[in-house]
């Protein structure tokens, strides 16, 4: 079974431009997870998608934004990017159904550089 | 809410020498817990989880914890380290399967030949 892609795998954008990730999960997995990683902050929380519905959501602001097709392919969107914004931003599937056998597994990420 | 501490940034072992990455836990109510382990350049790669079913977890390569409730603790171990288990290492903790990880900062685990 072919694991969690994400495209691209490397980004490199200016201040104030806007960028698109995208992420396909595990086939049969429903819910995609986002998180950001960086040096300072660690592994951050974004936002989750679960039957192209945003079921939970972190402390982000809202320049930060997602959705999920029907396929369970998901994009997230980040506008006016700051330099802040430089991270390996991360994407996780599962099936979303909740309880011990559920499991996040994560893709490859991508490294967004912001100049 | 959850949250999750590991102690020591940074863990430098010899090449055969035993493994020993802290992760301690809070949380209201009886967690999920996850240790993942990062290569450079890639994203995270499940090594086990702790679901209840069994104190003493068995992960990949060689790799257990076990849960302790009294101490809030979810240790890794390995009883003998190789080159290639050099990476960063994370434990997460969460409270059900469908809502969000929460990480700790993470340990970069060394090993000197």
């Known amino acids: 079974k072919a694991g969690v892609t994400q495209t691209p795998r490397y980004l490199i954008k200016t201040r104030g431009q806007q960028v698109t990730l995208s992420c396909s999960p595990i086939s049969g997995h429903r819910s995609v997870s986002w998180y950001q990683q960086t040096p300072g902050q660690g592994l951050q929380f974004l936002f989750e998608y679960f039957s192209e519905t945003q079921r939970n959501k972190g402390n982000f602001p809202g320049r930060f934004s997602g959705r999920q097709f029907s396929n369970s392919r998901s994009e997230m969107n980040v506008s006016t990017l700051e330099l802040g914004d430089s991270a390996l931003y991360l994407c996780?599937?599962?099936?979303?159904?909740?309880?011990?056998?559920?499991?996040?597994?994560f893709g490859p990420g991508t490294r967004l550089t912001v100049l | 809410a959850q949250s999750v501490t590991q102690l020591g940034s940074h863990v430098s072992v010899s090449e055969g020498a035993l493994v020993l990455l802290r992760c301690n836990y809070s949380?209201?109510?009886?967690?999920?817990l996850f240790w993942y382990v990062q290569y450079p350049n890639q994203g995270l790669q499940l090594l086990l989880k702790y679901t209840s079913a069994a104190t003493l977890v068995k992960g990949i390569n060689g790799f257990e914890a076990e849960f302790k409730k009294s101490e809030t603790s979810f240790h890794l171990t390995k009883p003998s380290a190789h080159m290639s288990d050099a990476a960063e290492y994370f434990c997460a903790v969460t409270i059900s399967g469908n809502t969000p990880l929460v990480f700790g900062k993470g340990t970069r685990l060394s090993v000197i030949a």
């Open positions: 996780a599937s599962s099936s979303g159904v909740g309880g011990g056998t559920d499991t996040q597994y």
């Open positions: 949380s209201s109510v009886p967690p999920y």
